[in-house]
DNA sequence: ATTCAGTTGTGAACGGGATCACAGCGTTAC
DNA sequence: GTAACGCTGTGATCCCGTTCACAACTGAAT
């Protein structure tokens, strides 16, 4: 599907994930540590000041371990008996996951897609705003959708280098997105969550968060088979 | 938040992801397989009957030492100089991920994001087909949204049991999520794919496709940030 | 004061996916 | 016919996230 035909170079390619130079944290450990602080914040109010690793385990999914390890490496200590203090360690997540100064996202391709994104996103924390959409319609672009104005495509780079924006949400139809994403790599964009369904082939310094819809679907479709279809050829045994 | 509040229980517990007792293929090799078949399927006409492993890299941007080794695990060979011939390998993939008799998905959450991916999906792959969706709105019921029936949320269990349904799509709100997803297993569902923010606690023998977006534009917005701004802090070196 | 139950912090071991490197071989060119 | 190129198939290796296991410690109970 790229645009670009068979003309693919033979060049041996490059894992499409590229590191930090320096990394502090992993991917896995970032989206723990995101999911630790979202449940940590939806808390009851009445519930006790510490959490133990147990508790918040069992709230996200994870081990008891794998929590304890996760907040060792971001050098957060907790009470042996009491567990960690939960204000705390929301603040020291967002220390750790937040800019400082907050980030800033826009999302291209107005969609059905993208509007239900405008949606999800619009009304969410300080720290991490979707400020603006693109779309190449005209028929589009002026409005506000969900408080997020519309802009024509061809004004990204400005918008995007004026505020700093180093986020994007990719919902472009397939045959867009390569395109799209150079534009939004070259105004600045460094960090991409792209759901079209297409591997985006970006320079190095560059993060892509590949949402393929199709494809979790036929993961979930082939384990749901792997699960239940293969326990019956199978002797049963506990998954561990 | 766990509709269950705070009365979580102290055990330990076990890793969110149960692997078939047999495993043939790991989790990253079913991404993978599925991204090679659709970008096989969409090689323009005129292009030649067989593929390198080189080619097939770039274009789903892999290593091409990835492409074969997922192609030697299913026992797909290729030629030495002409590579892989295309339509037996689109055929081979079929027959590892695919169920010969196809499977069928339910979607329940008919709201924005809900609407969307039913617009994503009601004309895709015949194998794998979303044929019914669910909504406890009375609203929204009855209704057919892009070919696809929407059914009150009671009559989930007998619509999935008589289809023989195993996939499932979640996109209704984190408080019920548990709830739903509850019930979508009882009624047979093995495979989800969950779009609510909220890690769900199900049986052993039940796969879940976490497609958490918040959590996944905070991981975007960090490695942005770790990227650019980390790669100025430290010296630059090569991803690798 | 002292004991004890239960939790944290962390070095060490484990496991598995990604990558390397090269032998083997089919095809083409001459 | 023969040589040589370049791709495939795969054992071996590497790397990193996960898990284990236990010492250290804290606070409560007595």
Redesign the pocket.
């Known amino acids: 599907m790229s645009p670009s035909g068979m003309g693919v170079p033979?060049v041996?390619t490059?894992?499409r994930r590229r590191?930090a130079s320096v990394?502090l944290l992993?991917?896995?450990?970032v989206s723990?540590l995101s999911l630790y602080r979202r449940q940590l914040q939806a808390l009851p109010l009445d519930s006790p000041p510490t959490?133990?690793?147990?508790?918040?385990a069992a709230l996200c999914g994870?081990?008891?371990?794998?929590?304890?390890?996760?907040?060792?490496t971001i050098?957060?200590?907790?009470?042996?008996?009491?567990?960690?203090d939960v204000e705390q360690l929301i603040g020291a997540i967002g220390r750790q996951l937040d800019a400082p100064e907050g980030q800033r996202a826009v999302l291209v391709g107005v969609g059905q897609l993208g509007r239900a994104l405008l949606n999800y996103f619009t009304t969410r924390r300080p720290h991490l705003r979707l400020v603006a959409a693109f779309d190449i319609d005209p028929e589009k672009t002026g409005r506000v959708i969900h408080g997020c104005r519309v802009w024509p495509l061809a004004e990204l780079g400005e918008v995007v280098r004026e505020q700093g924006i180093t986020v994007g949400v990719l919902t472009v139809p397939a045959e867009a997105a390569q395109e799209v994403a150079d534009r939004m790599v070259e105004a600045g964009i460094a960090g991409f969550l792209n759901f079209a369904p297409v591997p985006l082939r970006l320079p190095a310094r560059t993060f892509v968060e590949e949402m393929d819809i199709t494809t979790s679907m036929e993961r979930a479709a082939y384990f749901a088979r792997a699960l239940v279809g293969g326990g019956r050829r199978k002797d049963e045994q506990r998954a561990?």
Chains 1, 2 share one sequence.
């Open positions: 033979l041996e490059a894992p590191q990394r992993s991917e896995p450990q723990r959490i133990h690793s147990h508790t918040l994870t081990s008891a371990a794998h929590v304890r390890r996760d907040l060792m050098g957060f200590a907790g009470s042996p008996v009491r567990g960690y561990g």
